[in-house]
């Protein structure tokens, strides 16, 4: 069966930076767009970034913009997030997934298979 698990979260300051890592298996890995989203308590679900089956497209969302780097590495099966200059408004848990979707859909698409999350928590 499909599993996505994350890794690389935890507690940092304003300012400091973590690397969250997905790893896949129970599926094929490069042809599915992959994406991080994020719930904060009280919040609803937002898609932070995600990026093509190929890598070449991605997107994040607006308050991520110039901190945060997704990437892959198809022949690892795996998922990177790069969060540089956290802020507190970053503090939620951190998902990935998969998008089953045939066509590129950013962070919209049909995100049918979930990792069960790793904590990111910012101090200020």
């Known amino acids: 069966q499909v599993q996505l698990v994350e890794s690389g979260g935890g507690s940092v300051e304003a300012g400091g930076s973590l690397r969250l890592t997905c790893i896949a298996s129970?599926?094929?890995?490069?042809?599915?767009?992959m994406g991080w989203f994020r719930q904060a308590p009280g919040k609803e679900r937002e898609g932070v970034s995600c990026?093509?089956?190929?890598?070449?497209?991605?997107y994040y969302t607006d308050s991520v913009k110039g901190r945060f780097t997704i990437s892959r590495d198809n022949a690892k099966n795996t998922l990177y997030l790069q969060m540089n200059t956290l802020k507190a408004e970053d503090t939620a848990m951190y998902y990935c997934?998969?998008?089953?979707?045939?066509?590129?859909?950013?962070?919209?698409?049909?995100?049918?298979?979930w990792g069960e999350g790793t904590q990111v928590t910012v101090s200020s």
């Open positions: 997934a998969a998008d089953r979707s045939r066509y590129w859909s950013a962070c919209a698409g049909d995100f049918g298979y």
């Open positions: 129970g599926l094929t890995f490069d042809g599915y767009s």
């Open positions: 990026i093509s089956w190929h890598g070449r497209m991605t």
